[in-house]
């Protein structure tokens, strides 16, 4: 997890308010991740970036915007944030092997409460 | 459609038992398996992956996973639960024309002393 941090790791915001999570990561990864995490949904995937000038939508980015400042972070950011984006949040990074595959390395988290 | 269901959404089993965590994927071509376990307050961290080759894959702690092409299915195993190995896990997949990964609901172990 060392390797993949994620600031604030807890936030209580308000209906309305702009939020940032930030990620960083020390892996060297080109690839990186925005999960949300909801319970008995599992993770759905927000936004992915393959390198800095890459940046693709997930299943749910609606209400979300992310920027790829440099390889090693990856902003999510909640432009005016409502309750029912209360979840969990993860980062996550991977690069590419030789068999054209990747594993993903996550963050510990953010939780964010939207009141 | 690429999708991974956990049937489970939790499993019980007492320390010392075998146990399994069962996933079925559908996925175009040929899948990228994987498992990841969760702690309480924790991310995701990385237990095994199916790439090719031998269908059972070993991975930490002493897991395990058999691929099984034929049923679409990536089980979890484990021969001898451990209390410590209560945790949430959940089960991946990557078709290898595709760029994302999805994940499962998980399913929530619980190791019983």
């Known amino acids: 997890d060392a390797d993949v941090t994620q600031t604030p790791r807890n936030r209580i915001t308000k209906t309305g308010k702009r939020i940032m999570l930030e990620c960083s990561q020390t892996k060297g990864h080109d690839r990186m991740y925005w999960y949300r995490q909801d319970p008995g949904l599992g993770l759905r995937l927000i936004y992915y970036?393959?390198?800095?000038?890459?940046?693709n939508k997930g299943e749910i980015s609606d209400g979300y915007s992310v920027s790829r400042q440099a390889q090693a972070k990856f902003s999510l950011s909640l432009e005016s944030a409502i309750p029912n984006q209360t979840a969990l949040y993860f980062c996550?990074?991977?690069?590419?092997?030789?068999?054209?595959?990747?594993?993903?390395?996550f963050g510990p988290g953010t939780r964010l409460t939207v009141l | 459609a690429q999708s991974v269901a956990q049937p489970e959404d939790q499993v019980n089993v007492a320390e010392g038992n075998p146990l399994t965590v069962k996933c079925t994927y559908s996925v175009s071509g040929n899948p990228y398996l994987f498992w990841y376990v969760q702690y309480p307050n924790r991310g995701l961290q990385f237990l095994l992956k199916y790439i090719t080759g031998d269908n059972l894959v070993k991975g930490s702690y002493g897991f395990e996973a058999e691929f099984n092409k034929s049923q679409t299915s990536f089980h979890l195993k484990k021969p001898s639960a451990l209390v410590s190995d209560s945790a949430l896990y959940f089960c991946a997949v990557r078709g290898e024309n595709f760029n994302k990964f999805y994940f499962g609901s998980g399913t929530k172990l619980n190791v019983k002393p």
């Open positions: 996550a990074t991977s690069d590419l092997t030789v068999l054209g595959t990747d594993t993903q390395y």
């Open positions: 970036s393959f390198d800095v000038k890459d940046i």
